[in-house]
């Protein structure tokens, strides 16, 4: 029999976090380096969250020798930086299978494991969820430990204050580990993050490190304990108490900043707190993408990555054709050029929204506001009541977040703030969190909203254009991904308000194909012309307000067909179906789009294809229809109606 031979010796004997308990300090130092040498290899391999995990690689080994998950519940904000956390609950062998189809996914699910307490992919909920396991724990006479682990960008989010509120002013014991490490995907920005680099600045160091043995000793019995502990661990004296005034003003005791890279810091220190009661927050100072020093010296590249050669680092690669995103950065920067009014927003995602050029070219006119895209939309409310035309950059999936806002702050009060979506459909990988597959029916609903999905790169351009020069709020949403085919991108035209465009004529059937689904719609009716089919294509180019007038001249053909990459559920095929109701025809209809679930992860081509959302998929729900629709014309006529 061959010896399974073992690529992570200390990684591999760690079935369970009980196999931590056991482990030596020496140990589990080499633990950490099995741990970040895996990471390296699977992330390199699967593409991911590379970064953000090699920051936490000892935080997560010391939060597992002192707490006892899945008794103790752990919650990682975002969770995007669970990887480690999967490594030692007894996912080792499956995490070469992380974010593929049907495989670990990217981020924690309490489907996947008793030890994701608490599923996420969006940021700021970690507290809150804690909270709530707190308050059923007490309520259930348990006595469980509950410790929410938020990262210094996520902690910008104003849920996670609105938790610290809700917590502190409640008592009840639960551990908040804030991980600073000084960067959300880009560099942290705001108040709070100016606030907490003063907090490991020299001057307050120093001060701390006079002060800190003094205060320390001072505090009855822990005190003593946590002095002397810090007496053993010399650099974690640096600041034991420091003016964490902001979080014990809140209610919460502050403990840190301690360095979140060594063991002996962080073990003593979590099991002191393992001892203590009420709500504590250790503020844990890291390194993203320690370890790896491409990633630490490029921790925006590393944050998320496509896979990669791990000696050479992140490739680019891809399509030779360019992204959604970066034409419309560029199309930001040359409208802003024109029109001194234009401003650009963004909630922490500059770079994925492809505003980061922009921030450079103009730096006076752009604004990060952090993980905050409920304050991101009243604020721009504010500037665009003022005269300003902001330009807010959100993707689909996280403009669920400012639902209210967009209601209550912009669209009611008619204010011309345009949305950009990005990520707009099934975005692949990520998986349900981050699939920006309910857009169209949200915003469906919000009266005066004009509503705008390209079918490609110069009409992105032209719908920003349109959108800048409408008196009234816009969202135009696009997919992740490249523009469809090869165009010259210039000038701007002005597409008129609610005007659709019959790319084909045809008189057996008509498709009606939104944004990412047009070239599939057009590649369809190419096909089913072969098979002597004639069918109408139509791109409404506005989901709101409809082109009526188009949706009534598909329905003469008799037999309609809608495409989206949006949730069926009142989106653009339930426009089609409401205006047709409204005109009192009834052509057959069918309508292709999401079903009523959570798609789960893969590669964005698979989950279309699965979805029949692809040129075969539309194709032979095309064929269907047509064969039906002989059928179909024989019993309307019995029925005495024509179409
Ligand atoms: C509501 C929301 N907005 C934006 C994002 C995109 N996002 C994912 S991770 C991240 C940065 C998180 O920074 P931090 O919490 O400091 O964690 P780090 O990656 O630095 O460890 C952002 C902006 C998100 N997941 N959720």
């Given at each position: 029999?061959?010896?399974?031979?073992?690529?992570?010796?200390?990684?591999?004997?760690?079935?369970?976090?009980?196999?931590?308990?056991?482990?030596?300090?020496?140990?589990?130092?080499?633990?950490?380096?099995?741990?970040?040498?895996?990471?390296?290899?699977?992330?390199?391999?699967?593409?991911?969250?590379?970064?953000?995990?090699?920051?936490?690689?000892?935080?997560?080994?010391?939060?597992?020798?002192?707490?006892?998950?899945?008794?103790?519940?752990?919650?990682?904000?975002?969770?995007?930086?669970?990887?480690?956390?999967?490594?030692?609950?007894?996912?080792?062998?499956?995490?070469?299978?992380?974010?593929?189809?049907?495989?670990?996914?990217?981020?924690?699910?309490?489907?996947?494991?008793?030890?994701?307490?608490f599923?996420?992919?969006?940021?700021?909920?970690?507290?809150?969820?804690?909270?709530?396991?707190?308050?059923?724990?007490?309520?259930?006479?348990?006595?469980?430990?509950?410790?929410?682990?938020?990262?210094?960008?996520?902690?910008?989010?104003?849920m996670?204050?609105?938790?610290?509120?809700?917590?502190?002013?409640?008592k009840?014991?639960?551990?908040?580990?804030?991980?600073?490490?000084?960067?959300?995907?880009?560099?942290?920005?705001?108040?709070?993050?100016?606030?907490?680099?003063?907090t490991?600045?020299?001057?307050?160091?120093?001060?701390?490190?006079?002060?800190?043995?003094?205060?320390?000793?001072?505090?009855?019995?822990?005190?003593?304990?946590?002095?002397?502990?810090?007496?053993?661990?010399?650099?974690?004296?640096?600041?034991?108490?420091?003016?964490?005034?902001?979080?014990?003003?809140?209610?919460?005791?502050?403990?840190?900043?301690?360095?979140?890279?060594?063991?002996?810091?962080?073990?003593?220190?979590?099991?002191?707190?393992?001892?203590?009661?009420?709500?504590?927050?250790?503020?844990?100072?890291?390194?993203?993408?320690?370890?790896?020093?491409?990633?630490?010296?490029?921790?925006?590249?590393?944050?998320?990555?496509?896979?990669?050669?791990?000696?050479?680092?992140?490739?680019?690669?891809?399509?030779?054709?360019?992204?959604?995103?970066?034409?419309?950065?560029?199309?930001?920067?040359?409208?802003?050029?024109?029109?001194?009014?234009?401003?650009?927003?963004t909630?922490?995602?500059?770079?994925?929204?492809?505003?980061?050029?922009?921030?450079?070219?103009?730096?006076?006119?752009?604004?990060?506001?952090?993980?905050?895209?409920?304050?991101?939309?009243?604020?721009?409310?504010?500037?665009?009541?003022?005269?300003?035309?902001?330009?807010?950059a959100?993707?689909?999936?996280?403009?669920?977040?400012?639902?209210?806002?967009?209601?209550?702050?912009?669209?009611?009060?008619?204010?011309?703030?345009?949305?950009?979506?990005?990520?707009a459909?099934?975005?692949?990988?990520?998986?349900?969190?981050?699939?920006?597959?309910?857009?169209?029916?949200?915003?469906?609903?919000?009266?005066?909203?004009?509503i705008?999905a390209?079918?490609?790169?110069?009409?992105?351009?032209?719908?920003?254009?349109?959108?800048?020069?409408?008196?009234?709020?816009?969202?135009?949403?696009?997919?992740?991904?490249?523009?469809?085919?090869?165009?010259?991108?210039?000038?701007?035209?002005?597409?008129?308000?609610?005007?659709?465009?019959?790319?084909?004529?045809?008189?057996?059937?008509?498709?009606?194909?939104?944004?990412?689904m047009?070239?599939?719609?057009?590649?369809?009716?190419?096909?089913?012309?072969?098979?002597?089919?004639?069918?109408?294509?139509?791109?409404?180019?506005?989901?709101?307000?409809?082109?009526?007038?188009?949706?009534?001249?598909?329905?003469?053909?008799g037999t309609?067909?809608?495409?989206?990459?949006?949730?069926?559920?009142?989106?653009?095929?339930?426009?089609?179906?409401?205006?047709?109701?409204?005109?009192?025809?009834?052509?057959?209809?069918?309508?292709?789009?999401?079903?009523?679930?959570?798609?789960?992860?893969?590669?964005?081509?698979?989950?279309?294809?699965?979805?029949?959302?692809?040129?075969?998929?539309?194709?032979?729900t095309?064929?269907?229809?047509?064969?039906?629709?002989?059928?179909?014309?024989?019993?309307?006529?019995?029925?005495?109606?024509?179409?």
């Open positions: 029999m061959r010896k399974k031979i073992h690529r992570y010796p200390l990684l591999d004997a760690i079935h369970s976090p009980a196999d931590l308990k056991t482990m030596s300090r020496k140990e589990m130092v080499g633990l950490c380096a099995d741990i970040r040498e895996c990471l390296i290899d699977v992330v390199s391999t699967t593409g991911g969250h590379l970064a953000p995990n090699l920051g936490v690689v000892e935080l997560t080994v010391a939060l597992h020798h002192v707490f006892d998950s899945p008794t103790d519940k752990m919650i990682w904000d975002v969770s995007h930086q669970s990887y480690v956390h999967k490594l030692l609950t007894g996912r080792r062998d499956r995490i070469h299978t992380l974010r593929q189809s049907a495989g670990l996914s990217g981020f924690q699910k309490r489907t996947e494991s008793e030890h994701d307490a599923g996420a992919g969006h940021a700021g909920t970690s507290i809150s969820a804690a909270v709530g396991m707190a308050v059923a724990r007490d309520m259930n006479g348990a006595d469980n430990h509950v410790v929410a682990v938020i990262g210094d960008g996520s902690m910008t989010a104003g996670a204050f609105e938790a610290l509120n809700h917590a502190g002013g409640m009840r014991n639960l551990l908040v580990v804030l991980n600073d490490n000084e960067m959300s995907i880009s560099p942290n920005v705001g108040a709070l993050s100016a606030y907490l680099s003063r490991l600045s020299g001057d307050l160091y120093s001060w701390v490190r006079e002060e800190t043995e003094q205060i320390l000793s001072h505090i009855p019995r822990v005190g003593r304990r946590m002095a002397q502990m810090a007496r053993k661990a010399e650099e974690a004296v640096k600041g034991f108490i420091t003016p964490g005034v902001v979080f014990e003003e809140l209610g919460f005791r502050y403990l840190g900043p301690i360095d979140g890279h060594n063991l002996d810091h962080l073990i003593p220190v979590l099991q002191n707190i393992h001892r203590l009661k009420g709500p504590t927050l250790l503020h844990v100072v890291t390194k993203k993408g320690k370890g790896y020093p491409l990633a630490e010296d490029n921790p925006v590249s590393y944050h998320g990555t496509p896979k990669f050669d791990k000696t050479v680092g992140v490739l680019g690669g891809g399509s030779s054709l360019p992204a959604y995103t970066k034409v419309f950065g560029d199309a930001l920067i040359e409208l802003a050029n024109i029109d001194p009014r234009v401003v650009a927003i909630a922490a995602m500059p770079t994925g929204t492809g505003t980061h050029t922009f921030a450079e070219k103009f730096p006076e006119r752009f604004f990060d506001v952090g993980i905050a895209e409920q304050h991101a939309i009243t604020f721009a409310a504010g500037l665009a009541a003022e005269g300003k035309r902001p330009v807010t959100i993707y689909s999936t996280f403009m669920q977040r400012g639902y209210d806002q967009l209601i209550h702050d912009v669209a009611l009060q008619h204010l011309p703030v345009v949305f950009a979506m990005d990520r459909g099934l975005v692949g990988d990520d998986g349900p969190t981050h699939h920006g597959t309910f857009d169209l029916s949200f915003l469906r609903a919000v009266p005066g909203l004009v705008m390209p079918r490609n790169g110069q009409m992105l351009r032209d719908m920003l254009f349109t959108g800048l020069e409408l008196d009234a709020p816009c969202a135009l949403r696009y997919p992740r991904g490249s523009i469809p085919c090869a165009e010259p991108l210039q000038g701007f035209s002005l597409i008129p308000v609610g005007s659709a465009e019959t790319l084909q004529a045809g008189s057996d059937m008509a498709i009606l194909a939104v944004g990412s047009v070239t599939p719609a057009l590649e369809a009716a190419r096909l089913l012309a072969q098979e002597g089919f004639s069918v109408r294509v139509v791109d409404p180019r506005f989901i709101k307000p409809l082109d009526e007038e188009a949706m009534l001249a598909a329905a003469d053909t309609v067909l809608t495409v989206e990459e949006n949730a069926l559920a009142g989106g653009f095929g339930s426009a089609v179906l409401e205006c047709f109701e409204r005109h009192g025809v009834t052509p057959r209809v069918r309508r292709m789009g999401i079903p009523d679930r959570f798609i789960e992860q893969g590669p964005q081509d698979h989950l279309r294809a699965e979805l029949g959302l692809c040129t075969e998929g539309i194709a032979d095309a064929r269907l229809l047509l064969a039906g629709r002989t059928r179909h014309k024989v019993l309307r006529a019995a029925a005495g109606r024509t179409s």
